[in-house]
């Protein structure tokens, strides 16, 4: 297999791991909305979901496992020190850049979602208090937008390697 077939190779394992864990996520949200709720005004009761749990685990583990890959094998040779040198890099370096900045704040975001709707069902963790809705399917949808993104700063970065 030459370099073509090894790149086609790990965009397909990026976006596979980015659309496992969204599926996950969106799984956990499903079989967090199966407990018992009791919601009165903006106060809501429920009991967690061991179920939502494991799979919000499952969901963060590959949405970090998809950014350590795409951040190895996009490589470590997209220093931007400055203004300067942004406005004089390539339009494939400025999409390059571009990409891995929104790959970070995407991952950020996603993974903090997905964090919070997990820790919400821990045995531990029947409680009271605000409502506190979506936060899984949002990090699952997050890392479908992640994979988006991871993909095309590996393209973008590897585009110019002979």
């Known amino acids: 297999m030459g370099k073509a077939g090894g790149r086609i190779l790990v965009c397909i394992l990026i976006?596979?791991?980015?659309?496992?864990?969204?599926?996950?996520?969106?799984?956990?949200?499903?079989?967090?909305?199966?407990?018992?709720?009791?919601?009165?005004?903006i106060f809501e009761c429920k009991e967690p979901s061991p179920e939502a749990f494991k799979l919000g685990v499952g969901a963060v583990a590959f949405l970090g496992l998809a950014h350590v890959l795409a951040s190895l094998f996009g490589g470590c040779n997209n220093c931007i020190c400055s203004q300067d040198d942004l406005q004089k890099a390539s339009p494939n370096r400025q999409l390059t850049i571009s990409c891995l900045v929104f790959t970070?704040?995407?991952?950020?975001?996603?993974?903090?979602?997905?964090?919070?709707?997990?820790?919400?069902?821990?045995?531990?963790?029947a409680s009271c208090g605000f409502t506190h809705h979506h936060f899984l399917s949002i990090g699952g949808i997050l890392c479908f937008v992640h994979g988006l993104f991871s993909v095309a700063y590996y393209v973008s970065a590897t585009a110019t390697e002979g």
Request: proline share 0%; aromatic share 4%; charged share 20%.
């Open 15 to 41: 976006i596979g791991l980015d659309i496992a864990a969204g599926i996950l996520g969106l799984e956990a949200e499903v079989e967090q909305n199966k407990e018992r709720h009791l919601r009165v005004w």
């Open 104 to 125: 970070w704040i995407v991952l950020a975001v996603g993974l903090s979602m997905l964090v919070i709707g997990t820790l919400a069902n821990h045995k531990s963790r």
